[in-house]
């Protein structure tokens, strides 16, 4: 991972989401993205485990669902519940994410990642980074 894929993800997490489009867009153009893809769903799953470390049953994944979905997609139109329970489900074994689009598992990912981790301090980001770039190896 570089320094620069790593400020891709420390802008989403504090929702700079005009810097991180313009960081992407420069990216997108080198077609210099080797690993963020991996190192998104590492920090995803250490973004779920953290929400839940006990695990999460189908009730509490509900309610992540209705939370990210009312504050993100009011409307209901734009976030797929299900593929959402999907990708939590899937970091407890509990749900199959194998049959969702990959560009909609990295897409969820991102906006999950966000509402998980928004408001986390620095050091605790910069070891959540740390454990998922080891995950993403």
């Known amino acids: 991972m570089t320094e ?11 929702g ?9 867009d420069d990216i997108d153009r080198r077609h210099a993205w080797d690993g963020y893809g ?12 953290r929400r839940f470390p006990e695990g999460a049953g189908p009730v509490q994944v509900a309610l992540l669902v209705r939370e990210v979905r009312d504050r993100w997609d009011p409307g209901g139109l734009m976030i797929d519940p299900y593929a959402v329970a999907a990708l939590i489900g899937s970091v ?3 749900a ?4 969702i689009d990959p560009t909609t598992v990295g897409q969820l990912e991102s906006l ?11 050091v ?6 740390a454990r998922a770039e080891k995950l993403a190896a």
């Open 38 to 49: 991996e190192f998104l769903a590492a920090l995803f799953y250490l973004a779920v485990a």
């Open 112 to 122: 999950l990642v966000h509402h998980l981790l928004a408001g986390t301090n620095e």
């Open 4 to 14: 620069e894929l790593l400020t891709v993800a420390r802008l989403l997490v504090h």
């Open 92 to 94: 407890f074994g509990d």
């Open 96 to 99: 199959d994410a194998t049959r």
């Open 16 to 24: 700079r989401f005009g810097e991180r489009r313009r960081l992407i």
């Open 124 to 129: 605790e980001l910069d070891d959540l980074f």
